[in-house]
């Protein structure tokens, strides 16, 4: 199947600084990418909806202003954690859906294999 | 919005029997349900999916079925494998056509398989 990568897998930084994580579709082109957040034990929870060449839709409850996503191209997004504390540190997931003509899409969401970070 | 119930939370089972894991949802338009497998530090891997216009699906050992009218659906794996302990997750999502619709997820079961 399908290849997402994350970068990097695992980030510590310390509170009041910035940390940027990418989402890389390595085989396919993405027209639209998803941000999750796990905390442990528990489920994935979207963020946000991040759509090439326009605005990130995010989910209610979750600051634009302090996660940032961009879309730049067709197989990279990023999440910018921006002045991050330790409530922040969590698993951060992305995945991809490969985008086709008209619109459409082939349905399967292609995970990354997450990234961690914590802030002490 | 789609909400998704899921369970049990945890599942222990001996090496060679089975594992039923069962979700519910909410929105009757949803008509796209895949499973994810997820290992310990990892992201989720699909391991198997359904859509709203046939009622069961099988890979080998594992299989889903779905009732649109109860709005459930089910994951069995037969003669499990210590391999098959993770965390499996449901899903759901509607309008699988178009872009930019996105999963709901369940809350997640445990599969402890033991030898």
């Known amino acids: 199947g399908a290849v997402v990568s994350q970068h990097p897998s695992r980030v510590i930084c310390k509170s009041g600084t910035s940390v940027k994580i990418e989402c890389r579709s390595l085989?396919?082109?993405?027209?639209?990418m998803f941000w999750y957040r796990q905390f442990p034990k528990q489920s994935l929870m979207l963020m946000a909806t991040s759509n090439e060449g326009s605005k990130a839709t995010y989910e209610q409850g979750v600051e634009k202003d302090k996660f940032l996503i961009n879309h730049a191209s067709l197989t990279l997004s990023t999440l910018t954690v921006t002045s991050a504390h330790p409530e922040d540190s969590s698993f951060y997931i992305c995945?991809?859906?490969?985008?086709?003509?008209?619109?459409?899409?082939?349905?399967?969401?292609?995970f990354g294999e997450g990234s961690r970070l914590t802030v002490l | 919005g789609e909400n998704v119930e899921q369970h049990p939370s945890t599942l222990s089972v001996q090496e060679g029997d089975s594992a039923v894991i069962k979700c519910t949802y909410s929105?009757?338009?949803?008509?796209?349900f895949p499973w994810y497998k997820q290992e310990l530090g990892k992201g989720p891997q699909l391991i198997i999916d359904i859509r709203s216009n046939v009622g069961e699906k099988k890979d080998q050992r594992i299989a889903v079925t779905l009732n649109k009218t109860a709005k459930h659906f089910s994951l069995h794996i037969t003669e499990t494998q210590p391999e098959d302990s993770a965390v499996y997750f449901c899903a759901a999502s509607k309008s699988l056509g178009a872009a930019g619709n996105k999963l709901t997820f369940g809350g997640g079961t445990r599969v402890l398989v033991k030898p």
């Open positions: 929105d009757s338009a949803s008509n796209y």
């Open positions: 995945s991809a859906r490969e985008g086709l003509a008209g619109g459409l899409n082939t349905g399967e969401l292609f």
């Open positions: 085989d396919f082109q993405a027209t639209t």
